[in-house]
């Protein structure tokens, strides 16, 4: 019989080899308030992990976050998980087998032909680009969400800012990072499809549209711009983009101990890394990815019948449709008032972690009628779907309302999924099936009380994988893996790859909502949208 601490330094010795033996992959996710690194061995199982806090900016009217604080963030995470590392297996990375990035979508960095950053990175979250979004959506037949890199350099453009007429390339923030460790300009297709629309008979930027968006910033008065020469090139997943080199090495571990070498895979979008992490590549199926920002991606059988407001067309990280319902408000008002109720918890000399905190707040979330006239607004920032322009996080309740635990949670969970709930509305309206919704971020690590609210919230089955904690770094590492096994020659699809080798046996539990649950959240969504009348008033006068 073989001791267990006998049997436990075997398997840590063997993990430790393929740690030193390069038999492993890096995965790395900027979110919106944690940068995440990830390594993980060929099987998916993951061996060590790091994280840094950051948070946005607000500069001069715009959100941004400092190229500084990009570099500073990313040294922080991987010094983490090299440390982990070493913790947990005896030995710090000296190399590794391949490398991927992924981050926040969409946003605006525009660059000088010299590589130099004209302004300050504009995010996601930025809603000025009103104009430029409106007239491309009407010229180009499409939907241009706000958020999109094509609405900005317009905007630009149309504002008369002084830096456009030295835009040599624009590039998103994962493929920024992509570009610091390998010198190549590349981009996956899934992030790409958040900066211009893509064509998926050539898996490339359409390239009729690139000619109408053209003559708009000609005649908006930048002769000089193409876009095809802006943006980067487009790649799908498992193509090559590139290696690691030795000044890429040294942005992630100044200390010298990682050379260069590692295989890259192609920058993705945290839309993208999302549904690789939870499986959801394939028709009929989707995920929800609840963080800072909250979205949903449904991978199409056919195309919609028209454009839709509220409705991005993006792709999978192989290339095939999504419709993807954006919102910019998720859980970090739910986060706040975690926060609130943690301080009190500690003034009254308990020790919790925020873990304990969030089971305890949301363990009466599901008692039914708990929440009935409390209404809850997530918005911190400004959110189309709602029709607001900037946020006013509000909580009321009706005069014959009753005020508890319970009922406060609920509204506060139900609304964490609400602005989504209004966009998914209309994909029920084209008739897009849905078999099964997989969903990841933090609020589903407390176990069954967000995922089933959120079931009732769309009307479909939710899905919560044993990977959901993982992430979009586990994601990017996976897609990392992929690069691997193709380069090796494995023809697979991504999808039949991800099944076989990443997915299969792994446990999951599904919850499916009754038809009553789903008419009750729909009722009650019909009142919380006539309410965000009062959020509006407040975004007037609360100034």
């Known amino acids: 019989m073989v001791h267990p601490d006998a049997a436990q330094d075997d398997d840590r010795a063997a993990v430790a080899a393929d740690i030193e033996a390069g038999r492993t992959s890096l995965g790395i996710e900027l979110g919106s308030t944690r940068i995440k690194a990830c390594l993980i061995g060929l099987d998916g199982t993951t061996l060590a992990a790091g994280g840094h806090e950051w948070e946005n900016e607000l500069v001069d009217g715009l959100w941004t976050y400092s190229l500084d604080a990009v570099r500073g963030g990313l040294r922080a995470a991987y010094a983490e998980l090299a440390a982990d590392a070493e913790r947990r297996h005896g030995v710090r990375p000296a190399t590794v087998g391949a490398v991927g990035v992924s981050a926040m979508m969409h946003g605006y960095l525009a660059f000088d032909s010299a590589g130099e950053l004209l302004v300050p990175f504009r995010t996601w979250r930025n809603v000025n680009t009103e104009r430029a979004a409106t007239e491309l959506s009407e010229a180009l037949g499409c939907t241009i969400p706000l958020r999109w890199s094509v609405a900005h350099v317009l905007q630009a453009v149309l504002d008369g800012e002084p830096h456009v007429a030295r835009i040599a390339h624009l590039n998103t923030l994962a493929g920024h990072v992509h570009e610091l460790l390998t010198g190549r300009r590349v981009l996956g297709v899934g992030d790409a499809s958040g900066m211009f629309p893509i064509d998926p008979a050539t898996g490339d930027y359409d390239a009729h549209l690139l000619t109408i968006a053209d003559d708009r910033l000609r005649a908006a008065g930048a002769e000089h711009l193409r876009l095809a020469e802006l943006l980067p090139a487009v790649l799908p997943a498992g193509a090559d983009a590139g290696r690691l080199t030795q000044e890429g090495a040294a942005v992630l571990d100044p200390s010298g101990t990682l050379r260069a070498g590692a295989a890259a895979c192609p920058p993705e979008g945290d839309a993208g890394t999302g ?57 970090s008002e739910l986060g706040s008032w975690a926060g609130v109720f943690g301080e009190f918890a500690a003034a009254l000399g308990a020790t919790a972690s925020r873990d304990d905190v969030f089971s305890a707040l949301l363990a009466g979330a599901l008692t039914e009628g708990a929440d009935e006239g409390l209404f809850a607004y997530n918005h911190l920032s400004g959110e189309p779907i ?29 609304a ?82 991800l099944a076989g080798e990443m997915f299969a046996g792994a446990e999951a539990v599904t919850v499916a909502p009754t038809a009553d649950a789903v008419a009750g959240y729909a009722r009650w969504l019909d009142d919380w949208a006539a309410g965000l009348a009062a959020e509006r008033a407040a975004v007037d006068a609360l100034r």
């Open 275 to 331: 549904m690789v992490a939870t499986n959801a590549v394939t028709p009929r199926t989707g995920n929800v990815s609840a963080g800072t920002s909250i979205f949903a991606m449904v991978v199409l059988e056919r195309a919609l019948s028209r454009p839709y407001p509220d409705i991005d067309i993006v792709t999978t990280p192989a290339g095939d449709p999504v419709a993807m319902v954006h919102c910019n408000n998720g859980a």
């Open 386 to 414: 709602a029709e607001l322009p900037e946020g006013r996080p509000l909580f009321v309740r009706t005069p014959g309302s009753r005020l508890t635990l319970a009922g406060f949670m609920r509204a506060q969970v139900r």
């Open 416 to 497: 964490v999924f609400a602005t989504l709930a209004l966009g998914m509305r209309t994909l029920e309206e084209e008739d897009v099936a849905i078999d099964a919704m997989y969903a990841h971020g933090g609020v589903f690590r407390t176990a069954g009380v967000a995922q089933r609210l959120l079931a009732e919230a769309i009307g479909a089955p939710v899905v919560v994988a044993e990977t959901a904690g993982e992430g979009g770094a586990w994601g990017m590492a996976v897609l990392g893996a992929y690069r691997m096994a193709a380069a090796a020659g494995d023809e697979r699809s991504l999808a039949t790859w």
